[in-house]
């Protein structure tokens, strides 16, 4: 039992943390930062949120101003790496149904109808798995999902495979519940 509460404490304190760092860029009058909060928006990008002002904010992957942030803390006891089979996982977030892939989507559709100007984030002491089909797809600079990458570069048998090799790898590892496979198939 000790155990479980010292893994609650230390991640309640990796928010804590990530929540007073931005909220201390607040007190710097050249910081594009004009609220935070934490604990409320979209379901599992709630943790923490950043906004924007609209005249000084920040930029996306694309260029586009970037008006609001909302973020998904984890916390991991154990040094380890994550990939695409983790996003498309509910087990990942300790939810029953929906992943976080698909909980971005959802967010997505409600806060950024256009798909600009809010990011969602997911924030965690794992690194991206060096070997994931997943890394090719994130931005180096910009750390964001590479959407064009995803879904429409000229290259989409090599993708496809490796989406097909990290959805097989997930099945294998996943212990009961729906597949990877119905969880992705749902996503599109």
């Known amino acids: 039992m000790t155990q479980a509460v010292t893994v ?9 943390r990530l929540f007073w760092y931005h909220a201390a860029r607040l007190l710097d009058p050249e910081s594009p ?17 950043v906004e924007y002002d609209p ?5 996306d992957q694309y260029g586009d101003p970037l008006r609001r942030k ?16 983790h996003l498309v996982d509910p087990e990942f977030i300790n939810a029953n149904a929906r992943s976080l892939l698909q909980r971005a989507r ?3 559709i409600v806060h950024a109808p256009q ?19 997943l890394r090719e797809m994130v931005g180096t600079r ?40 119905r969880t992705h198939a749902r996503l599109r």
């Open 106 to 108: 959802e967010a997505q």
């Open 55 to 59: 005249a000084r904010s920040a930029v």
């Open 70 to 85: 909302h973020m998904q803390c984890k916390w991991h006891v154990t040094p380890d790496s994550y990939g695409y089979s």
């Open 142 to 181: 910009s750390g964001a999902m590479r959407l064009e990458r995803l879904y429409g570069s000229p290259d989409r048998q090599q993708q496809g495979r490796s989406r097909a090799q990290s959805l097989a790898r997930a099945s294998r590892h996943r212990r009961g519940g729906a597949s990877a496979a």
């Open 33 to 49: 930062i004009v609220r935070v909060g934490f604990e409320t928006g979209p379901k599992s990008f709630d943790d923490i949120w």
């Open 115 to 133: 798909g600009s100007g809010v990011r969602f984030k997911l924030v965690t002491n794992w690194r991206l798995d060096r070997n994931d089909p």
């Open 8 to 16: 609650r404490r230390d991640g309640d304190t990796f928010q804590a």
